[in-house]
Structure formats: C-alpha cells, structure tokens
C-alpha cells in the first residue's frame, strides 16, 4: 500500500512541471532596518530629483523598486537597489516577492535565480491597489498570449525606461559597509565607505 501511495504522489507531481501556491497570501517582511533606512532614503532622493526637474514624471512611478541579492567571496551581502520601470517587472526574471516598505513596493531578486518567481497574476494582485492600470495590462496580456504564445508581458504593461541612478550597498552582517551610487546617464560614481 505505501508503495502505491508515493506511486500516486510522484504521478501527480510529475504531471505537472511548475509547483504553485494557491489562495495563500505570502507575505515577506524586511527585519533589516539599515536595509529599510536606505530604500526609504534612495526613493525620497529620486523623487526630489524629479520635482527639481519639474516633476515629469508621476509619483507613482517611484514607488515601485528592485532590489538585486548577490553575495561576494567573503560572505557580504550585496543589494542592488534601482527604480522598477513600472511594468518592466513583469519581464523574465519575475522577482521572487514584492514587499512594502512603508509605502513603497519591493521587487526581491536574487542573482542567477529563475527557479522561484512570482507569477503576473500573482504580482498584479499586490499591486493593483496603487497602479490599477496592471489589472487592465494584464487583461491585455492575457488576451494576447491566448493568440500568441510568444507574447510578451512589457508590451501589455505601460513601461518606463529608466536611466538615472542605482545604488550599491555592501552589508556584513546587519551593518552596512558601503555604498555606491552610479549615475548612469553621466558615467560617474561616489563610494562611501562606513566603519
């Protein structure tokens, strides 16, 4: 009998290639609050430098950021921390979570991860309350990869291509030992380094 019961689970596992989690809410909270300070930090800084500019671009659009998780050869954990481009999200790689940060979106990745990403039906759900456009994107995206499966998601979603700045912060532990902030546009960079 147990024999044909894990015949049973292994054939209902096998028939079908992607494991999902249903009707449950995952939620991820953010325990690093140097990590939490900077995000906060780096979304005023752009949002100052576009009323500077004259406020051309939406509010909304800075709310939604990614933060890229690598490690280097001594164990530090690296972050990359950049604006989203709104539905550039919905790309592949998908992020692995979204999470808030007081009003603020996180899109979590990790390098080299494609194993574990959130699904656009998934995403849409957690973010429709503050862009409400996705949940007509998405429609849009549904819609279109019925006809064609090739169909990509960025073209369904309204998009912005970001050049500006990212930042760079190298934690030991839970204390943060450097920053880097790059200007893409202008190819300059400053370090600072804490003890």
């Not at 019961?5 to 449950?24: G, H, P, Q, T, Y």
């Not at 934690?171 to 200007?183: A, M």
């Amino acid at each position: 009998m147990k024999k044909f019961l894990i015949f049973i689970f292994i054939l209902f596992v096998s028939c079908d290639n992607s494991a999902r989690i249903e009707d449950k809410l995952v939620v991820a909270e953010l325990t690093n609050n140097v990590l939490k300070e900077n995000i906060i930090a780096y979304a005023n800084e752009r949002f100052a430098e576009a009323e500077e500019a004259g406020g051309y671009l939406e509010p909304a659009r800075y709310k939604l950021l990614t933060l890229a998780y690598q490690s280097d050869k001594n164990g530090n954990r690296i972050y990359k921390l950049d604006l989203a481009g709104l539905g550039f999200i919905f790309c592949e790689p998908r992020p692995i979570f979204l999470t808030k940060v007081d009003d603020l979106y996180v899109a979590y990745y990790e390098k080299g991860n494609t194993d574990f990403q959130l699904s656009i039906e998934a995403m849409v759900n957690i973010l429709q309350e503050d862009f409400p456009d996705f949940k007509s994107g998405y429609k849009k995206y549904l819609d279109n990869v019925e006809k064609s499966p090739d169909y990509l998601p960025l073209l369904a979603f309204r998009s912005v291509l970001w050049e500006g700045n990212y930042w760079i912060l190298k934690f030991s532990g839970d204390r943060l030992i450097s920053k880097i902030d790059i200007d893409e546009v202008s190819g300059t960079k400053k370090e600072y380094h804490y003890d």
